[in-house]
């Protein structure tokens, strides 16, 4: 059975950093892992994406050169540099069976998901 776990979420004031990480357990090894996020009253939506093989990587473009995804096996880092207020959501990680370097960009391909952490931007 795969479980999933997050932490690190947070207050910060923007312009500053906050790192999320991502645990997960049972056959994720090969799969693909994300990061999404959910703001009150929006659709979740994929932040950072990496392959099961590592050689892809996708970034939402809300975030590219802001934020920075890093995977090391079954754990998942999300460093996030010069947070917004619009950065505030509830953050999910969650796994894909996507084998390879194939990218898995759409929700639907997640079909496991940690709790989730919440990060808040103050302005």
């Known amino acids: 059975e795969v479980h999933v776990a997050e932490s690190g979420g947070g207050l910060v004031q923007a312009g500053g950093s906050l790192r999320l990480s991502c645990a997960a357990s049972?056959?994720?090894?090969?799969?693909?892992m994300a990061w999404f996020r959910q703001a009150p009253e929006k659709e979740r939506e994929l932040v950072a994406t990496?392959?099961?093989?590592?050689?892809h990587i996708h970034y939402a473009d809300s975030v590219k050169g802001r934020f920075t995804v890093s995977r090391d096996r079954n754990t998942l880092s999300l460093q996030m540099n010069t947070l917004r207020p619009e950065d505030t959501a509830m953050y999910y990680c969650?796994?894909?069976?996507?084998?390879?370097?194939?990218?898995?960009?759409?929700?639907?391909?997640?079909?496991?998901w940690g709790q989730g952490t919440h990060v808040t931007v103050s302005s």
């Open positions: 969650a796994v894909a069976p996507i084998l390879g370097d194939q990218p898995a960009l759409h929700t639907w391909l997640y079909d496991h």
């Open positions: 049972g056959l994720v090894v090969s799969y693909a």
């Open positions: 990496v392959s099961a093989g590592g050689g």
